[in-house]
């Protein structure tokens, strides 16, 4: 969701649907914020939501340093390290997911930045590498600090994204950890939600990252409200593509990130794949303002 769901994302979303009760950032990876960092966290730039910021690193001095400066000029008092990004060049550095083949240099890791820090610190994590033989281990490791929430995507990297997450990886961590657990993974439709609460009744929070790029209303959906209706899907992609358009430069990039989230928003359509071949033709953006518009009968 990297590329996807910066502050731009983040705005809209919110404008139009705003169920969400907090949003994470794309990860920071570096002690020098660039510019597309730094923006993604001003304060002016995510008002009126909760918003934190995720760090990717395995150095308990890099943590610390970014993290203080999230505090010190952004007023950031939580961050989320990222434990779970399944990236090949990630994970060649033992970072995101990665991280958990070490568990003796993960453990270091903490001591170290609880000892460090005094900004709240969530995790997100999946349960292992090539396999979940260490997550018992893992999760008595994340046992031992003051975690603030414990964020459970119950696949190992090598899975990637495919086959179905490991309930009972998730099973063993409500019987043993100690800390707020929230669950991600495959919440696509509130059917799925349901599914989830009735066969983890004790766990009250739930991430998503792809159900909601496919569906922004399915948070409304959980929460009672009717499906959205396609004026507020296409005000709500329209607003996303003039934010786009302000912050970047030149019709090729904005159609790049354009047809990426279109690959996701398309499933709002009894055809997705004659919607998203008709995005994936626009070469010029009054081309995909034309085939927005006829998407939905405009």
């Not at 599914?195 to 790029?213: N, Q, S, W």
Request: hydrophobic share 35%.
């Amino acid at each position: 969701m990297e590329a996807l769901t910066g502050y731009i994302f983040r705005n809209v979303y919110n404008r139009y649907f705003g169920d969400a009760d907090r949003y994470f950032t794309p990860f920071i990876a570096s002690r020098k914020l660039n510019s597309k960092e730094k923006n993604d966290v001003l304060p002016e730039h995510n008002q009126n939501m909760d918003v934190i910021p995720q760090i990717l690193t395995n150095k308990s001095e890099e943590f610390c340093y970014i993290a203080s400066r999230l505090k010190e000029y952004y007023g950031y008092e939580e961050v989320n390290l990222n434990l779970g990004c399944p990236s090949g060049t990630v994970v060649a550095k033992n970072r995101g997911s990665g991280f958990l083949a070490v568990p003796d240099e993960l453990n270091r890791f903490f001591e170290e930045v609880f000892s460090m820090t005094d900004v709240r610190i969530s995790v997100k994590t999946r349960t292992g590498v090539e396999n979940n033989e260490n997550w018992e281990n893992i999760l008595k490791i994340y046992n031992e600090y003051p975690i603030s929430e414990l964020i459970i995507h119950p696949r190992c990297r090598k899975d990637g994204y495919g086959g179905k997450p490991n309930l009972e990886d998730f099973k063993k961590a409500v019987l043993i950890s100690r800390h707020s657990l929230c669950y991600n993974g495959d919440i696509n439709s509130v059917e799925d939600y349901n599914a989830i609460t009735k066969e983890f009744p004790t766990v009250d929070k739930i991430m998503c990252g792809r159900g909601i790029l496919m569906n922004p209303g399915l948070f409304s959906e959980i929460k009672g409200s009717r499906k959205a209706s396609p004026e507020t899907l296409y005000n709500f992609a329209n607003d996303l593509y003039k934010g786009y358009k302000e912050i970047m430069s030149g019709d090729r990039n904005v159609l790049f990130k354009l047809k990426e989230f279109w690959i996701y928003f398309s499933k709002n359509f009894e055809e997705p794949d004659k919607v998203l071949k008709m995005v994936r033709k626009a070469d010029t953006c009054i081309q995909y303002e034309v085939a927005v518009g006829r998407i939905f009968g405009i």
